[in-house]
């Protein structure tokens, strides 16, 4: 891909703290390897042992995976489990009911803290409740609720009772809510009546119903809704139940029902960035499996431990390191409504300090918004807080540009933290590569190595092996437990998407393409395969020119994307977000040259853009996701054609359709 390698370019490597090393669950690189030898010599044993040593099995499994029908890979098939008793029961038998399990605190600021026994007994009441609705083993519950304790609950209770829930983030519309709720054919809604972001209450249950009007949602039969704000909502006789008085009475016990292994535990719409949203299906015993263990590994979690992750629960980030990796571990977490800037952009720092977090796991998006804001407002710099308590830090969603990657660690780790940049999908259920804290020497910018039993490559379009040191498509070569299943309901789908018959139908495709360092082996995404550039035969990732660009003093981000050009092939054609307002006129234009000028001498001249834009955003997915497929529309001078369901801002394609 790229003939430019993003390592050997960046020359700082942090070594994992001493400290902080001899204390690692995985200790030094050569625990690492050891692992990685493991699953390498007995791949089917390495994956048993530590289903046998990290889950609770009803039944154990005896198979442990079944690959008959590849891509449609099983496993721990006939092991039974349920995925809630793991996450609650489990802790209570260790002793550790008294534990928080949540600290929640909402966007005015009150503080909720709810034990293992506490969150173990409102689990079981609510799947109580659900199941006095009818709702059971294999439905399809759609949680379209705000950030919340009852959130988690919901979740969780769908778990305990074998039904398949789909969470859909409280910010889509009620168009996007339909389509979801028709595509899975679901049974029941759960929502509140409002959320509240920044202070302001947004209506949620009105959503429902206007979904639920827009048709073909007959096989919903319920709404049950949270009461979060108590502003006025319509119920409808028969159909909708308040939460509370659901769970009013209902039994503080719940018997567990027993699942294979391979019941579907959720299905999850993917982001969007790249095209129509797919529901991914996950499973149950391999998928919390892999949620545990990289709570383990990647962030290193210990009893006294506080972790934060930032994520929404309508994101896969959000079901596998808020409802149910922490829990399956029994730490202590803090959950968060509301928004990273209000009641102003100190407000992460803010809850740092006052929950005294010690892991801390956020998006790109969001450090580089609050880089922006703390340039702007010296009173909200993260060194006006006492961020001391924080021992490891973690970024996810996007590539982290290495500008963005130093200030993370500088301003909020105090350069003692380690970063965790982990790269994965959706898709893979949970981390597939990431700096192991306590062992991979770190590198801005680089997700560095695949975790142990994680076998990633980078081939070319005809799916060979590359040698380290040439940019590629990036793929797995081996299933692994947390991988999706399927697309609901689309067999073919998923096949096509993830399986091709050009890579010969059994190697994972991710989508997005990579580079290795020729010396280290460590991993850098250089963007989605669709957003290489290719400019007089050379090729490139867009992500090493929006870091050389976010690298400019004044840039707070930027996203690169190609436009036909009838004598290069290609050309590059960046949109540019400044930390100052956006230019306009011959301020515009100035500013532009100096920033190709910028690029020519960072890269190099081949990757100097021919085009800038300035916006005061860029096109984003609901998620924070820069969408470059947009961008590219924009960058031709064409209408926008595509699906943009998840896009948070449509408001801001109007300004970047115009060329300087
Ligand atoms: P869609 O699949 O609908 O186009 P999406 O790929 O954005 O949307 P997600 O599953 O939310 O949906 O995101 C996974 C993608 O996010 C990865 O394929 C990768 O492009 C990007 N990503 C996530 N983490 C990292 C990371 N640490 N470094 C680089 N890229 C990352
Ligand atoms: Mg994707």
Redesign the pocket.
Known sequence: MSDLDPVKAESRIFPPPAAFAADATISGMDAYYALCAEAEQDYEGFWARLARENLHWYKPFSTTLDETQAPLYKWFEDGLLNVSYNCLDVNLQKGLGDKVALVFEADGGEVTKVSYTELHQKVCQFANGLKSLGVGKGDRVVIYMPMSVEGVVAMQACARIGATHSVVFGGFSAKSLQERIVDVGAVMVITADQQVRGGKHLPLKAIVDEALALGDCQKVRNVVVYQRTGGEVTMAGGRDRWMHDLVAGQSAVCEPEWVSAEHPLFILY??????K??GVQHSSGGYLLWAMLTMKWTFDIKPNDVFWCTADIG??TGHTYITYGPLAVGATEIVFEGIPTYPNAGRFWDMIQKHKATIFYTAPTAIRSLIKAADGDATIHPNKYDLSSLRLLG??????NPEAWMWYYKNIGGEKCPVV???????TGGHMMTPLPGATPLVPGS?TLALPGIMAAIVDETGHDLPNGQGGILVVKRPWPSMIRTIWGDDERFKKSYFPEEFGGKVYL???GAIRNKDTGYFT?TG?IDDVLNVSGHRMGTMEIESALVAHPMVAEAAVVGKPDETTGESICAFVVLKRSRPTGDEAKQIATELRNWVAKEIGPIAKPKEIRFGDNLPK?R?G?IMRRLLRVLAKGEEITQDISTLENPAILEQLKQAL
């Open positions: 993917t982001s969007g960035s790249t095209g949203p797919k994101w896969v970024s996810v969603g996007e590539p982290i940049d982990t790269f994965w999908q959706t898709e997700c991710a989508g997005d995404i989605r997915t998620s996701k």
